[in-house]
């Protein structure tokens, strides 16, 4: 078949300094922990070996902190993309998880009455809209080579379901979105083919407070 082919991995920032174990989403000065930093270089460390030729990254510290290894191993320059950011979300700040039980308070209800947009943040949509936007943007830039695009778990797995077909609406405890891991994208000319998946420090909890 012909055409140009060109990847674009789609990398998850490593675990979060967050000893409080609030839900950070798009707040300031939450960084990689020791952990998270050795993540990092270990997904460096996995997609050395590969043709990367632009690195793009969330504008969030955790993903600039986890993207800097791999661009400093290529010789490249971290480019900064906010349709690579956090998904917005109303319990920012607060302490819940995925699974804890403190969205049964009633005080949160008001938040939770349209699970499918979902209500209590950003359209899952929009994430999907400006992540598949992003994904090009990445594409272009490295075309007939490979991209790397720091991000976060919620809008990967949001692109993951737009770009394979299927609903946006799903269980949070069931996302495969490690820590660290690398969602990659594999495009001919400008048309998605395949999907790829791997978890390069291994599977972790979506419900841990460093996620």
Known sequence: MSGRTTVVHFVRHGEVH????ILYGRLPGYRLSEE??????????FLADRDIRVV???????AAETASPLAERHGLDIDTDERLIEAANRFEGCRVSVG?????S?????????PVRPSWGEPYLGIAHRMLAAAHRARSAAESGEAVCVSHQLPIWILRRFI????LWHDPRRRQCSLASVTSLVFRDEKFE??????????????ASGA
């Open 194 to 207: 395949r999907l790829a998946y791997a978890e390069p420090v291994g599977e972790t909890d979506a419900r």
């Open 56 to 62: 793009h990254a969330s504008p969030m510290q955790r």
């Open 164 to 167: 394979e077909g299927r609903a």
């Open 100 to 104: 804890d039980g403190a969205l049964r």
């Open 36 to 45: 998270g930093q050795r993540q990092a270089k270990i997904v460096a460390g």
């Open 18 to 21: 967050n000893p409080e174990g």
């Open 106 to 114: 009633p005080r949160h209800w008001p938040k939770l009455w349209n």
